[in-house]
């Protein structure tokens, strides 16, 4: 016999069934367009701005890793690193304590994130682009590029106005690195598979330890994060890839192991070579 639920139940709180089911273009539209105006409202909007447009195209024609933060990134060999341009993601800064390694720069959008880690990002000299709602924990320095985030499924060429976050970090890092010119960008630690398990999105409090990250206290001891959404992702990962082909441009995956299949597989030493 078939089982129903029971109506009176409460229904299991699946954060994409919760959203307003309607279809409201003027709706989504106004808040675009505010969300856009009320950045720029800040001088901090223009003075990245005018960063980004100084960066466009600055490393042309050269390549770049991606240093993800799967568990597998503790296998990849950092020391092959130290004449390419690099991206750290997120809490990357965990890594320092396992090597000497450090990343060209690091970019962060998650508010969880730039919260929790916003000691390291106010005093660290490596450049940074974060989400604009960063500057309610990081002020402007030098080296901080704020990024606006707008809701427009698109790969901007140009990430001075917005960028789109796609559900995962390492897209965002696939924009600036082609904003930058990077013609070849090789992925690593992008394991694409999470052990703890839920509804995509769902924002959770983290155990005593991370299984899924290099680091355990990645997320832990009681900390919020958010559930990853890989489908999301692989869709944003698409997008990317096929952006990056339409224009003579290359994407490779060099993570040691991973779930990863939408990109060309190689070795990290076999992509420093090409």
Not at 186 to 192: F, Q, T
Not at 218 to 241: H, I, M, T
């Amino acid at each position: 016999m078939n089982s129903f639920p029971n109506p009176s139940t409460k229904p299991f709180e699946n954060p994409i069934l919760v959203q307003n089911p309607t279809i409201n273009p003027y709706r989504h539209a106004v808040h675009e367009l505010w969300n856009r105006i009320r950045w720029d409202l800040q001088p901090d909007s223009w003075r990245s701005r005018q960063k980004l447009k100084a960066l466009k195209n600055r490393y042309l024609g050269q390549k770049a890793v991606i240093l993800c933060n799967g568990p597998s990134l503790l296998k990849s060999d950092l020391s092959l690193l130290k004449e390419i341009y690099t991206f750290g993601l997120n809490k990357i800064n965990l890594l320092f304590q396992y090597s000497e390694f450090r990343p060209s720069c690091i970019v962060a959008v998650n508010p969880f994130v730039i919260e929790q880690n916003a000691e390291f990002y106010r005093h660290t000299k490596i450049p940074l682009f974060l989400d604009s709602k960063a500057v309610k924990w990081v002020r402007s320095r030098s080296n901080t590029t704020y990024l606006h985030s707008a809701n427009q499924f698109k790969f901007p060429n140009d990430c001075s106005i917005s960028i789109f976050q796609g559900a995962t970090v390492t897209f965002v890092a696939l924009q600036i690195a082609y904003h930058l010119g990077f013609e070849q960008v090789a992925l690593i630690g992008c394991d694409h598979n999470f052990v703890t398990e839920g509804a995509a999105n769902q924002t959770v409090t983290s155990g005593e330890k991370d299984p899924n990250h290099f680091d355990p206290n990645y997320f832990a001891g009681g900390v919020k994060w958010q559930l990853p959404d890989l489908f999301r992702s692989e869709v944003s990962y698409r997008l990317a890839q096929e952006s990056f082909l339409a224009n003579g441009r290359a994407i490779f995956n060099a993570t040691e192991g991973g779930h990863l299949e939408l990109f060309p597989r190689l070795t990290l030493a076999e992509f420093l070579k090409m």
